[in-house]
């Protein structure tokens, strides 16, 4: 039967050729002119992510049953074309509306009033067609770039490819420093992105990002990062007019509550919190206090060493410390204070990057030119407190130089792409994320935060984490990780994962109607060329020289009393409370 339909089809065609030409030539015209219509404009770029066709049309159930329609038209019934296709779409039409009786009069469920998901579309109403494989074609992903403002999230185990992933994402943003049109920002407590990228020889002199790299490397203990918790540039923000001068002033406090919120293990109480704010704001104006000048003024009597700097503070904070600070009620808060900031003293590495009188690194002028920043904060000098002080730090600094920046012209306002990797070192228990992320959007700071289970966040952050990211990538995370994300990225559990390697599973907010299966390119900077060991060494000591001082600079050892009558005799090492006390 089916032999002689289709010879009696050819027949028909051959006997009206050109009348079956002329129809064919507009079914033809009528598909694909409304496929190309629904697509986005595409960059040839064979470093792209890629997703098949289908997950970047729009409303792809109506491109379907248009499709649909054009086919199972009746004229081009009568001229017997597509009469196999026409076949197959009215039989999975049936098998998509559940109905398996041919005698039923239950009416079709059109692609356009299916409520299944594009992937699922596809496979139930063109399976065994051309069109399946047609819309199965890779094409690029191009995520907008207003859209990665607001975050990424980026889930997945050992061996899926997360750090292929954030390797390539950081070499399409490495050209736009090399174009001058960005900055970005690694920061990760492993060092392992990091260093596949500082050895780059982009970065030698004469390459392409000759001068454009800035290494924050705290694991260089002979030469502590000279920084100071107090020198922010305040002294320029009584240059601006008042009404950037207040909100500048309040964004700067509010950091410094974030910064020092990780100081303790729970949210500061609202005593602490008093203490903090109006001590934050004399200690801007003593020059060069450091987290000693904090543990003197915590002190006994400690005011009376900086009473010279009360008038220049506000009416409130004067009020504070005029009637409140040495109130007996608030000894033991200092008194909590004080052994939080001995805590952090006993950690050598935090303590020597804190200690210098003036910071050497300035975020505002680092921030004003295109370049690639990389701060290696490694876990296993830091712990795990040290550790979130330091990306608190960081992300309040940027966030500070960001809102000072814009007074400047737009022109000169550079967007920012902060990387986190293993970033439950840095945020896990940060009750302050969604005001961080909020803001950061505002100031054009796209935050990139990946790790492998979402177990390792608290729950509060994991809502931050759903909320606020537009763009979220998973793949082969555990069954109840997958199913909490599911809803959240418009697509099932088992979507998820059976992400093969090497693809992730991505929604991005006003993008994709549901997640699609994104495949990544092979991205491997470790291969890439690298740098001779001399010019690592130069830009090694250009950056100390630069940001750092050497450890001997820093504090002065005890000396021996000169009438020591016994010159041989070898002192002991003070335990870490008595060094602590001494500077």
């Known amino acids: 039967v089916d032999l002689n ?22 079914a033809l015209g009528n598909i694909f ?26 409303h792809f159930g109506e491109t379907v049953a248009a499709i ?16 196999s296709l026409q076949r197959r779409l009215y039989d999975n039409a049936c098998a998509a509306s559940g109905i398996h009786d041919p005698n039923s009069r239950r009416p079709l469920i059109t692609a356009d009033n299916s409520e299944l998901a594009p992937a699922e579309l596809l ?42 992933l954030l390797q ?11 174009d001058g049109e960005a900055s970005i920002v690694v920061m990760e407590s492993n060092r392992d992105l990091i260093k596949a990228i500082e050895g780059l020889s982009v970065f030698a002199p004469g390459e392409l990002l000759d001068g454009k790299l800035l290494s924050i490397d705290l694991e260089d203990v002979e030469w502590p990062l000279a920084l100071n918790l107090f020198d922010i ?55 060069g206090a450091t987290l000693d000048t904090l543990i003197d003024l915590m002190q006994p009597k400690g005011l009376d060493n900086f009473r010279q700097y009360l008038p220049a503070l506000g009416h409130d904070a004067r009020r504070f410390f005029e009637l409140k600070f040495n109130s007996t009620e608030l000894n033991r808060t200092k008194s909590e204070v004080l052994d939080r900031l001995f805590a952090v003293k006993r950690n050598e590495t935090l303590s020597n990057m804190f200690a210098s009188p003036k910071s050497k690194l300035d975020f505002f002028d680092e921030m004003g030119k295109p370049q690639v920043i990389l701060i290696n904060a490694p876990q296993s000098l830091l712990q795990d407190d040290g550790v979130e002080i330091v ?94 994300l599911a809803r959240d990225m418009r697509t099932s559990s088992e979507f998820i994962l059976n992400q093969p390697q090497y693809h992730f599973a991505a929604y991005v907010r ?31 000591a250009s950056m100390r020289a630069k940001y750092a001082v050497p450890i001997s600079e820093l504090f002065t050892p005890p000396q021996a009393p000169e009438s020591s009558p016994t010159p041989a005799t070898v002192m002991s090492a003070p335990d870490s409370d008595e060094f602590a006390d001494k500077y």
């Not at 390539?168 to 090399?178: G, M, P, R, S, T």
Request: hydrophobic residues 45%; glycine residues 4%.
């Open 391 to 484: 990306g608190r730090f960081f992300i309040a600094m940027l966030l500070v130089a960001a809102q000072k920046r814009q007074v400047l012209p737009r022109q000169q306002r550079f967007p920012c792409f902060v990387y986190i990797d293993e970033c439950q070192d840095f945020i896990r228990r940060d009750t302050k994320i969604p005001v961080i992320l909020d803001q950061a959007r505002k100031l054009n700071i796209g935050l990139i935060l990946a790790h492998q289970r979402l177990n390792q966040m608290q729950p509060y952050v994991l809502d931050a984490l759903y909320g606020s990211t537009a763009i979220k990538f998973a793949a082969q995370i555990s069954d109840a990780g997958a199913h909490a």
């Open 68 to 83: 649909t329609s054009v086919i199972m038209d009746d004229t081009l019934c009568d001229a017997g074309l597509f009469t």
């Open 510 to 540: 006003g993008l994709t109607q549901s997640a699609v299966s994104v495949g990544i390119p092979h991205t491997d900077l470790s291969r890439a060329p690298r740098m001779t060991a001399a010019d690592s060494a130069a830009i090694r």
């Open 233 to 287: 540039g305040f002294s320029e923000i009584e240059k601006f007019e008042p009404r950037a001068r207040v909100a500048l002033t309040n964004t700067v406090l509010a950091l410094y509550d974030y910064i020092f919120g990780s100081l303790f293990s729970a949210e500061m109480t609202s005593r602490q919190n008093t203490l903090f704010t109006f001590t934050i704001q004399l200690l801007l104006k003593i020059p």
């Open 123 to 164: 496979e139930a109403y063109f399976a065994a067609t051309p069109f399946y494989e047609f819309f199965l074609t890779p094409v690029p992903f191009l995520i907008p770039l207003q859209t990665r403002f607001s975050h990424q999230w980026i889930i997945g185990q050992p061996g899926t490819g997360k750090s292929t």
């Open 5 to 26: 339909r289709f010879l009696r089809a050819k027949e028909h065609f051959l006997e009206n050729e050109e009348r079956c030409f002329a129809l064919l030539r507009d």
């Open 168 to 178: 390539h994402l950081i070499v399409q943003d490495l050209q736009k420093v090399a």
């Open 33 to 58: 002119g409304g496929i190309i219509k629904n697509i986005p404009q595409f960059e040839d770029d064979e470093q792209s992510l890629v997703v098949p066709l289908y997950s970047v049309i729009p």
